[in-house]
C-alpha cells in the first residue's frame, strides 16, 4: 500500500504529516507528487530529503492539473492499493490496512475506507470539528449502489483504493470539476464501478485553516450560476450508468435524476437532516452510522477508551495544524482558490 501526498506551495503543512508519518508510521511507503511554484518546490525537496522516512519525492511543472499530475504518477507505480493523502490529510494507516484486507478479500469492491473527521481553524479563536461517517455500499445492482449513496453521501477520496479506480476518478475529474457536487460526483462515478466497504473506526483527520485557500463552493447556490455544469454532470452519470451492465436507459435516468436533485435540494437549505423522519430510518439510522456519531462523540471526552487510543495522535495533528497559521504557506493561492 502507498500513500501519495499531492501538495502545492504548503511546506509547513507538507513537514507537518510528514513528522506525523515519522512520529507514528515510520515503515509508511509515500510518494509525494508536487505541484508547487519553484520557490516552494525547494523547500518542499528540503522537507523530505531532511525526513528519516523512505520518501519518493517527485516535483512537477506548476502548471500542470492536479488530477494530471496524479495520472501522471498513477501511470508511473505499479502498487496496487494507494491511498491518497493531501499535505493536510491524517490517515489512521490502522484502519486503512483493514481496508487494504478487506479489498484483497472482496475483487467487486473498488475502495474502502473509515470514518472521517474534519478539523478547522475558522479563525483566530474559532473552530469546528465535523464527522463525515462512512457505510457499507454492497448491492450487486450499479443504480441501486449510486442510489444508496446519493441518499446520504459521504466523501470516498479518503481509503484506500485500487489504482485502476484512481486512474477512471481523476481522467473523470480531468474534464468535469465543480465545487458543491465534487464529492457527489466522484463518489458516484467510483460506485458506479464497484462497491464500497465501510470499515467502522476512525479512517482520516483532515484539517484545515482560516489563511489558507481551498477548492470549495464560493456560495451556496453555485449550482444556479454552473446550472451548465450541473446538466453536464448528469449526462456524464448517464452516459456511465447506461453503459454499465447494458443499463436499462430509463431506469438510468430516474437514479440520475434522483441523485442530481437531492443534492440540489441540500444545497438550495433542505439537506437529508432536514427531512422529516429522516434521521429516524436507514441509511442514517443504522448501527454504523450510530458508531461513527458515538466514536465522534467519544474523541472529544477525556477518559474515554476512543480518546486513549487516539488522544496521542489528536494533539499532534492539533499543535501541527497550529504551525501552519503563521506559515507562508499557500501564498498567492487566493486568486485560485476559493477561501475559506
Known sequence: MKVIIPTRNRPTSLRGVLDYYERFYP?????????????????????????????????????????DRLLEVLHAIDTEYVVMAADDDYPILETM???????????????????????????????????????????????????MFGALPFTTTYGVARRELLIHRYEFLSGWS????????????????????????????????????????????????RAAAVLELHDLLLERLSHTDDYDPDRAADVV??????????????????IVGFTERPPFKTPIVEGARQLFADLFHADTEVRTKYGERLAFIAERLGETLESSDNAGEAGTYESW
Do not use: W
Open 27 to 67: 515503515r509508511v511507503d509515500l510518494l509525494i507528487a508536487d505541484g508547487s511554484a519553484p520557490e516552494f518546490q525547494e523547500r518542499n525537496q528540503q522537507v523530505a530529503e531532511q525526513s528519516s522516512l523512505q520518501v519518493d519525492y517527485r516535483s512537477f511543472d506548476a502548471s500542470i492539473s492536479l488530477f
Open 178 to 225: 465543480m465545487p458543491g457536487f465534487f464529492d457527489l460526483a466522484v463518489g458516484l462515478m467510483d460506485l458506479s464501478r464497484g462497491k464500497f466497504v465501510a470499515i467502522p473506526d476512525l479512517g482520516f483527520i483532515c484539517t484545515r485553516n482560516f489563511v489558507h485557500s481551498y477548492y470549495r463552493a464560493e456560495e451556496p447556490l453555485v449550482y444556479l450560476r
Open 97 to 147: 490496512e483493514r481496508a487494504q484486507k478487506r479489498l484483497q478479500e472482496k475483487p467487486d469492491a473498488i475502495c474502502a475506507g473509515g470514518h472521517l473527521v474534519h478539523l478547522g481553524i475558522t479563525s483566530a479563536d474559532g473552530g469546528i470539528a465535523r464527522l463525515d461517517p462512512v457505510r457499507h455500499i454492497m448491492a450487486d445492482d450499479a443504480g441501486r449502489r449510486m442510489r
Open 257 to 274: 435524476r434522483s441523485v442530481i436533485a437531492r443534492r440540489v435540494a441540500a444545497l438550495a437549505g433542505a439537506p437529508p437532516y432536514r
